[in-house]
């Protein structure tokens, strides 16, 4: 399964663009062009780095980040974008279960 090609936060429609492979992370949040993912990683990193950029645009378009320095962001991003792929990983039924009543 591919991830999808926007994500939609908020009024703002994110592209997310695969094959970024010269840059040094794994994936980027720029505000004015979307998201960037490498695309040679397995799907599970693939999935939680999307999960991180996401938070990261969230942070964004809720403006989130302007309280926050950059190291601090980071870390709130990676923990709970670790933590949300661990969950969902160990509780599918939970996953299907916000995935179907939030629609």
Request: net charge positive; proline share 6%; charged share 30%.
């Amino acid at each position: 399964m591919k991830p999808p090609k926007t994500v939609d936060i908020g009024p703002t429609r994110y592209k997310v663009v695969m094959g970024a492979e010269d840059m040094p992370a794994r994936g980027y949040f720029r505000t004015y062009d979307g998201i960037e993912l490498r695309s040679k990683m397995p799907k599970d990193m693939e999935a939680e780095v999307l999960l991180h950029e996401v938070l990261h645009a969230i942070m964004y378009t809720f403006n989130e980040y302007m309280n926050l320095k950059k190291k601090d962001e980071e870390r709130i991003v990676s923990n709970l974008s670790t933590s949300l792929a661990t969950v969902f990983r160990q509780n599918p039924k939970l996953l299907k279960y916000l995935t179907e009543t939030l629609r």
